[in-house]
């Protein structure tokens, strides 16, 4: 991170204290997202671990999912949470489901295909998010459909009016020339 983001960051973290304004918190992490290259993995984590424990992180974090400049950050951010274990509300989970057909970029979508088995799926949403879900299933990055699959278990599994229509998905997706993709149709099938 530049030196001004830097100083930026303890402003805002001095302000916070001294005030009690949240809103400086939740404007600097905005700007370390915003600030992240893309690319370098340690800038991200580090992002996470000044961000990570606030109350609220991932609330936050999936209100800027809704910012195309600041997807692939934000959602990297909440996948790498869940994978700590972290949780994600019912609130932060529609955020996150009702940007998901905005997801612009391929690693976005994947992040938050990654985040699926955690998510609750609210009824009147089911439809909207099976749609992204078969969007993903099309998608020509591999690990892209593989995780639409898991997306699809998860969707079928709070809503089982799906079953039957995922069960068939799985088993075509056996015959996929992707490996990873028969993979977890395999597994998923177990």
């Given at each position: 991170m530049s030196q001004n983001t830097e100083?930026?960051?303890?402003?805002?973290?001095?302000?916070?204290?001294?005030?009690g304004c949240r809103y400086a918190l939740s404007m600097t992490l905005r700007s370390d997202i915003a600030a992240w290259d893309g690319k370098t993995a340690r800038d991200i984590q580090s992002v996470y671990a000044q961000h990570s424990n606030t109350r609220g992180f991932a609330g936050r974090v999936a209100r800027l999912v809704r910012e195309?400049?600041?997807?692939?950050?934000?959602?990297?951010?909440?996948k790498h949470h869940v994978g700590l274990g972290g949780s994600v509300s019912d609130e932060a989970g529609k955020l996150l489901l009702q940007a998901a057909p905005s997801l612009e970029h391929w690693e976005s979508r994947l992040h938050?295909?990654?985040?699926?088995?955690?998510?609750?799926?609210?009824?009147?949403?089911?439809?909207?998010?099976?749609q992204?879900?078969?969007?993903?299933?099309?998608?020509?990055?591999?690990?892209?459909?593989?995780?639409?699959l898991n997306?699809?278990?998860?969707?079928?599994?709070?809503?089982?009016?799906?079953?039957?229509?995922?069960?068939?998905?799985?088993?075509?997706?056996?015959?996929?020339?992707?490996g990873s993709v028969?993979?977890?149709?395999?597994?998923?099938?177990?």
């Open positions: 100083t930026f960051n303890y402003f805002c973290i001095t302000l916070r204290f001294r005030t195309p400049a600041l997807q692939r950050g934000a959602t990297w951010l909440l938050l295909l990654q985040c699926m088995h955690v998510l609750e799926i609210p009824a009147p949403m089911a439809a909207a998010v099976r992204f879900l078969h969007t993903c299933e099309a998608s020509d990055r591999t690990l892209v459909r593989a995780w639409a997306g699809l278990s998860a969707l079928a599994a709070q809503h089982p009016e799906y079953r039957d229509e995922v069960d068939v998905l799985l088993r075509v997706a056996l015959e996929d020339e992707a028969r993979a977890r149709a395999r597994n998923l099938l177990k």
